[in-house]
C-alpha cells in the first residue's frame, strides 16, 4: 500500500524563505569592510647598535698628593658634596714645621739683605770721593744681590711649605656625588702600596657615552652624515635635532632623553682598528651612574628608495612574515615578504611588495586569503627628521 506525502504551499514557501535568507546572509558575511593603505617609497634611515660605558660629565679623582696620617673624613660615603668642601684631612704637623721653618729662613735672609743694603749705602758715597777702592764697592754690590737672591729663594721655599700644609686638606673640586673612600682613617696615604687616589667625585647631571666604531663603521656613518647633509644642508653632526642617539639601559628600557654625539677621537687605534665615540645624555633624576653598560642606537645612513608600510599590516607566524593584498577584483591575497628594518611605526619591505601595492591595514582579523572585501583606502603619512 503506497502512502502519498502532500506538502502544503505555505510550507513549501517557508522553506523558500528560509534558504533564500541563508544564502543571502552567506554572501553578506562574505564581503567585509576592511580598511587598506598603499605601500609608499621612503628613503629610510638605518641604525645601528653599540655597546657603551657610562661615565660621569666630570669624573675628578681625589688625590693624596702629600704624605702623612689620614686624620678626618668629614662626608657621607655616596652623598652630594659641594665644590669647595672639605673632605680629608692628613696630619699636619709635619708641614707647620715646615712652614716654620721657611718662615724662619726669610726672616734670616731679610736681616741679611738689611745689613748688605746699608754697608752698599755707606760705601757709595765714599766712593764719589775716592775714599774706598772700586773692588771694595763692587763688593758691596755683590753681597746686597746675593742677599735679594737668597731672600727670594726663601720666599719660595715658604710658599712650597705653605702649598704642602694646604695640601693636607684635602676639597672638592667640584658639585658631583662621591663614592666610597678607598682609606680609613689613620692609614698612611699618598705612598704606595696605601692609595694615592682616595675617591672620586662625579658631576651627574650629565653623562658622557663611550663607544667603539670599527673602521668600516665609522666610515658608514661619515657617508650617512653627507647623505643628510643633502637631504638638508642645515643639519649639523653634533648637538643636533637629526644627530640624536638614543640609549637602552641593560633591563631593555629605553632612556627618556635622546643624546647627541660631542666627540669623535682623532685617530683610529691600531692595535684594536676601532675609534672612540661619546655622546652626552641629560641626566636630571642621577639614575645613570659611572660603570654602568648600555646600548646606544646611531642612525648610519639612508637606504634610498625602500618599500615601507605600516607595521600593523604585517602578520609574524613562527619566523614568516606575510601581508594581506588587494588584488584588482577586491580580493584578497595573502602574500609572503621579506622584513628588514623598522622605524618607528613602520616596517622595511625587502622583498614581497611594490610600491603602491595595496595591503590590509585594519579588519585582518575578518578576512582570509581569497575573501572578498569592500575595501577604503585609508591616508597613511611617515616622515623621517
Given amino acids: 500500500m503506497n502512502k502519498r506525502f502532500f506538502l502544503s504551499p505555505f510550507f513549501l514557501a517557508a522553506i523558500f524563505t528560509m534558504i533564500s535568507c541563508a544564502e543571502e546572509k552567506i554572501e553578506t558575511t562574505q564581503v567585509q569592510n576592511v580598511q587598506v593603505v598603499k605601500s609608499f617609497k621612503l628613503d629610510l634611515p638605518l641604525y645601528k647598535e653599540f655597546v657603551g660605558s657610562i661615565y660621569g660629565y666630570k669624573d ?21 658634596v659641594k665644590q669647595g668642601q672639605l673632605l680629608y684631612t692628613i696630619d ?12 724662619s729662613k726669610v726672616a734670616e735672609a731679610q736681616t741679611v739683605l738689611v745689613n748688605a743694603e746699608s754697608e752698599l749705602a755707606r760705601y757709595k758715597p765714599l766712593e764719589k770721593s775716592k775714599a774706598v777702592s772700586q773692588s771694595d764697592v763692587d763688593a758691596a754690590q755683590a753681597a746686597r744681590d ?36 678607598s682609606a680609613r682613617v689613620g692609614e698612611y696615604v699618598g705612598k704606595d702600596p696605601n692609595p694615592v687616589i682616595l675617591n672620586t667625585v662625579s658631576r651627574l647631571d650629565t653623562v658622557r657615552v663611550q663607544f667603539f666604531l670599527s673602521e668600516s663603521q665609522y666610515l658608514g656613518a661619515v657617508k650617512g652624515y653627507v647623505e643628510r647633509q643633502k637631504h638638508d644642508p642645515s643639519r649639523k653632526l653634533r648637538n643636533s635635532e637629526q644627530t640624536k642617539i638614543e640609549l637602552f639601559l641593560s633591563d631593555g628600557s629605553m ?69 594581506m593584498v588587494l588584488t584588482d577584483s577586491n580580493t584578497i591575497e595573502v602574500r609572503q615578504i621579506q622584513v628588514g628594518e623598522t622605524i618607528k611605526d613602520v616596517w622595511q619591505v625587502k622583498e614581497g611588495l611594490s610600491e603602491g601595492d595595496q595591503v590590509v591595514f585594519e579588519g585582518l582579523q575578518k578576512v582570509r586569503g581569497g575573501s572578498k572585501v569592500n575595501p577604503e583606502i585609508v591616508p597613511f603619512k611617515f616622515e623621517v627628521k
Wanted: hydrophobic residues 40%.
Fill in 255 to 323: 632612556y627618556q632623553f635622546p643624546g647627541y654625539l660631542d666627540f669623535i677621537d682623532r685617530n683610529i687605534e691600531a692595535s684594536t682598528g676601532a675609534i672612540l665615540v661619546q655622546a652626552s645624555f641629560p641626566n636630571p633624576d642621577r639614575i645613570l651612574r659611572p660603570g654602568l653598560y648600555a646600548k646606544v642606537k646611531l642612525m648610519f645612513t639612508y637606504d634610498k628608495n625602500s618599500i615601507v608600510i605600516p607595521q600593523r599590516c604585517v602578520i609574524e607566524t613562527q619566523g614568516q612574515y606575510s601581508v
Fill in 146 to 181: 746675593a742677599a735679594v737672591a737668597s731672600l727670594n729663594a726663601s720666599k719660595a721655599n715658604l710658599r712650597m711649605a705653605e702649598i704642602n700644609l694646604s695640601y693636607a686638606s684635602m676639597k672638592s673640586p667640584l658639585d658631583g656625588i662621591i663614592g666610597k673612600t
Fill in 92 to 103: 699636619s704637623q709635619p708641614f707647620q714645621q715646615d712652614v716654620a721653618r721657611a718662615q
Fill in 60 to 80: 675628578i679623582p681625589i688625590r693624596a698628593r702629600v704624605e702623612g696620617f689620614l686624620e678626618s673624613i668629614n662626608f657621607e660615603e655616596g652623598e652630594e
